[in-house]
Nanobody, 117 residues
């Protein structure tokens, strides 16, 4: 089992930046894929960015060039980040961290990101 705790959400103006953090309870290099998803009000949850155990990254077309997923497993930090630049109102939603493992799929509690126009 993996516990995930997100932080870093908040209210930002159009064009602003935020960095989300996801702290995992186990070594992230043992997790097949770590990802960030978001869910806007009334919409389905969608993949924003992901990073595989081997370090390969993948982004939704709508965030390419603006968002960057990274990880830090030094000193047992076991944290995945989502750097979000040039934020737009359509980026508003609850952002969830996900860990895809051989044992199952795990989710954090989510963190709200609101971008005002």
């Amino acid at each position: 089992q993996v516990q995930l705790v997100e932080s870093g959400g908040g209210l930002v103006q159009d064009g602003g930046s935020l960095r989300l953090s996801c702290a995992a309870s186990k070594n992230i290099l043992s997790i097949n894929v770590m990802g960030w998803y978001r869910q806007a009000l009334g919409k389905q949850r969608e993949l924003v960015a992901a990073i595989t155990r081997g370090g390969v990254t993948n982004y939704a077309d709508s965030v390419k060039g603006r968002f960057t997923i990274s990880r830090d497993n030094a000193n047992a930090k076991n944290t995945v980040y989502l750097q979000m630049n040039d934020l737009k109102p359509e980026d508003t939603g609850v952002y969830y961290c996900n860990a895809a493992t051989w044992m199952g799929n795990y989710w954090g509690q989510g963190t709200q990101v609101t971008v005002s126009s």
